[in-house]
């Protein structure tokens, strides 16, 4: 090993930061002057330093993957106990449906009660939404032997979303139950209160005008009742919501921005008429003068 003095490395450490400046300007200087040179230069370090590089990049891509492999499986993990307790909370709830179920058909034959019929539904396709800020409705393509007539019922996969207006040869105006002229009677589930939706050409129709002192509680569930003939009791609507200012309003459980398909359902309601089968009241005769 070289020994070398106290005052030499204090030489050799004084000069490396002035070398190293030094050099650095002048390949500066050359890459300026000699642009060639100093391309080929560069191409040259860059082929060294490529496969040094990839033996780097390998296993940081190795680790990177174990990684992720490793929060796929613990999000697995989770969500496999996540579908455990829910499919064991749904046989629960599958046995209660059951035992509901076979006592209502024992209560039936007890009561000799009817069933209730099934409603004939047809299918039609949103062809346009009509909404805008004064109105709510949808535009619904129909057959040309069509049996849509106003005032049937429209539900999607969820709840209730409006009822038919109009009705033409080829189409059918759907009136939605947000429009600002729709008013449904409703009732909570739970409790049987009366009340009517309101529709605010907002997305949230509110409730008006409940029966008795229970104010419906948010949370609870809205649907349909039956009062005037026009909607059958019991489809599902919403759950009730307190708006700002205290108001009562019910997000519904039909996504209405996103409709395509709509199920138009005939309970033989007579409850809303087409115009032409209002009867007007005959005049009264008045006395003519002799």
């Known amino acids: 090993m070289i020994r070398l003095s106290v005052p030499l490395r204090q030489t050799i450490a004084r000069l490396v930061l002035p070398v190293l400046i030094a050099a650095s300007f002048g390949l500066m200087l050359l890459g300026k ?20 590089y990839g033996m780097l990049a390998q296993p940081v891509g190795t680790l990177r993957d174990a990684a992720a492999e490793a929060r796929h ?3 697995l993990r989770s969500e496999n106990a996540r579908l455990r307790e829910e499919n064991a909370r749904l046989r629960r709830w599958r046995d209660v449906a059951l035992a509901l179920e076979a006592e209502n058909l024992a209560l039936r034959e007890v009561l000799h009660a009817p069933a209730a019929p099934t409603p004939e539904f047809t299918t039609a396709r949103v062809v346009a939404d009509l909404g805008g800020a004064y109105a709510r409705s949808a535009l619904l393509a129909v057959g040309p032997q069509h049996q849509v ?28 139950v947000t429009d600002i002229n729709s008013r449904i009677p409703v009732q909570v589930e739970r409790t049987r209160v009366r009340a009517i939706l309101a529709g605010t050409n907002g997305p949230r129709p509110r409730l008006q005008h ?33 708006a700002k200012g205290g108001a009562l309003e019910v997000e519904l459980f039909a996504d209405l921005d996103r409709l395509e398909f709509v199920r138009l359902h005939e309970f033989g309601l007579n409850g809303i008429l087409p115009p032409e089968q209002v009867t007007r009241p005959a005049r009264p005769r008045g006395r003519t003068g002799g």
Not at 150 to 175: F, H, P, T, W, Y
Not at 214 to 232: C, K, L, M, Y
């Open 73 to 75: 499986l613990i999000r």
């Open 149 to 176: 007539r106003k005032g049937q019922v429209a539900l999607d996969g969820a709840g209730l979303v409006g009822r038919i207006s109009e009705v033409g040869s080829r189409s059918a105006r759907l009136l939605l």
């Open 210 to 242: 409940w029966t008795g002192g229970d104010q419906p509680a948010p949370g609870e569930r809205i649907v349909t009742a039956s009062e005037g003939g026009a909607f059958p009791a019991g489809l599902p609507v919403g759950i009730v919501r307190e």
């Open 33 to 52: 002057a000699d642009t060639v040179l100093a391309e080929r230069a560069r191409a040259a370090l860059a082929d060294l330093l490529v496969p040094l």
